[in-house]
């Protein structure tokens, strides 16, 4: 694999130790930064009996007490650490569960997000030639949207084309006026484009040479990492390769997925990940899964430290094949209050989702827990298979049950009216999942 080291900063090349090192201190002095600067840190460590003076390396990292969503919910003016006068920009959550949070930025938060962000496009080949057809929503994902537009446009030096998730018509027209290189969009956007081209006579295999495809804010892989059906379909259809971003709003940055495929990078200079067990909050060996927490450091506006993300996944910290050494993420199986406890068993909607579509021809599914008449947990799933498709019910019972150990009660409807329960209530991402349990905790 060739990599361009005046593109690959070495901080991605060098030694655990050395990069132990980065982080101690960088650790210390965004505690004690944060102590300094936000009434929320001080007053939370203070609670916790933590003094600054007690962080001396990376091995103290653990006496410092989680921060959670709720911390951020509620206290989030608190946890500023800059006045407004400082501020250029803000993020909102992409508002997928709760209410709305804002995550300001500085100029100095926008040029580093900018320039750790390019590691992973730098690390996928793009490069100052390249033109970029950037389709991602304009709703509230739109800043991060922006932020990412400015990363290719400032710190590449790509053509950038903002476009937005616009008609098949105008996107095609631009294809063919400016033949990008690159097309980033969500993947349910990039798949349904990609469907509609052919009322428009576009063949992106014969009209583009497509370098490759990124998408950020669905997961397009399968817990061990293999491509989801989606993935699959999204590359053939553009023919180009397919590459994942973990984007988080919260932590201000991507994690990209590297040509090897191999997980998505952390960039472990400015991030500090851990696995802990979402129960006891202990540390997990790298491998295990558990709920990732992450320390975003350097930033002025609103560093976190030991932040619970909620995701459900695992750490690799072995040496990727494409030469880099830091922690690579890997699929987020679902987030920690999706966990699914069933009668005494514990699964994910992604494992569930996994095992309806390891059935060849389910065209769509919805999953369901409820309670069922006694007050117990029950998993319904919804299918819409092809209608040679025998069994189906039967068959898609037996794979849940024996890659989850529960038993759900599968039944049957027509794709278009499972569709529009994933985009009801203006949803821009499909929802596939919907926990309808009363909640006792
Ligand atoms: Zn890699």
């Known amino acids: 694999m060739k990599i361009n080291p005046k593109n690959n900063p070495n901080i991605e090349y060098i030694s655990r130790d050395e990069i ?47 921060i959670t969503r709720d911390h951020l919910a509620n206290l989030s003016d608190e946890m500023v650490c800059v006045p407004r006068s400082e501020w250029i920009d803000i993020c909102p959550t992409s508002g997928t569960t709760g209410q709305s949070i804002y995550f300001p930025m500085t100029k100095n938060d926008l040029i580093l997000f900018a320039r750790i962000c390019a590691r992973g496009a730098y690390s996928l080949g793009i490069d100052r030639n390249d033109t970029v057809q950037v389709m991602l929503t304009s709703d509230n994902l739109l800043q991060p949207t922006k932020i990412m537009t400015y990363m290719f446009q400032f ?27 690159v097309l980033f969009g969500i993947s349910t956007y990039l798949q349904s484009l990609g469907r509609s081209l052919d009322k428009y006579e576009f063949d992106p295999k014969k009209e583009l040479d497509l370098k490759l495809l990124i998408s950020t804010g669905s997961t397009i892989y399968h817990s061990r990492w ?20 973990l984007g988080s709003t919260e932590l201000n940055t991507g994690f990209w997925e590297c040509p090897a495929r191999n997980g998505h990078h952390v960039h472990q200079d400015y991030f500090i990940a851990e696995i802990i067990d ?34 459900i996944t695992s750490l690799e910290i072995d040496e990727c094949p494409c030469g880099r050494k830091n922690p690579r993420i890997m699929a987020i199986v679902g987030r920690r209050d999706q966990m699914l406890k069933i009668k005494g068993t514990l699964a994910f909607p992604l494992q569930v989702e996994e095992a309806v579509l390891s059935v060849q021809g389910i065209k769509a599914h919805f999953i369901e827990v409820v ?23 039967e068959e898609v019972t037996e794979r849940v049950k024996s890659r989850t150990l529960i038993t759900p009660r599968v039944s049957l409807d027509t794709r278009e009216s499972i569709e529009s329960v994933w985009y009801s209530e203006k949803r821009v991402k499909p929802r596939k999942f919907r926990d309808k349990r009363k909640k006792v905790s």
């Open 155 to 181: 710190e590449i030096g790509s053509l950038a084309l903002r476009v937005g998730p616009v008609g098949t018509e105008r996107q095609v027209k631009l294809m063919r006026d400016l033949k990008p290189d």
């Open 226 to 245: 293999s491509p989801t059906a989606l993935h699959r379909e999204v590359s053939e259809i553009w023919g180009a390769p397919y590459y994942s971003i």
């Open 278 to 311: 979402p129960d006891t909050g202990k540390t997990l060996s790298p491998g295990e899964r558990g709920e990732l927490v992450m320390t975003a450091m350097g930033r002025e506006a609103m560093p976190l430290v030991r932040y619970r993300t909620g995701d």
């Open 371 to 393: 309670n069922d008449e006694n007050g117990q947990a029950q998993l319904n799933i919804t299918i819409a298979p092809d209608p040679d498709l025998e069994n189906a019910p």
């Open 20 to 66: 132990r090192g980065i982080q101690s201190g960088r650790l210390i002095d965004t505690v004690s930064y944060v102590y300094r600067n936000s009434a929320f840190y001080r007053r939370y460590y203070i609670e916790n009996g933590i003094s600054p003076e007690d962080i001396k390396s990376l091995d103290d990292l653990n006496k410092l007490p989680f």
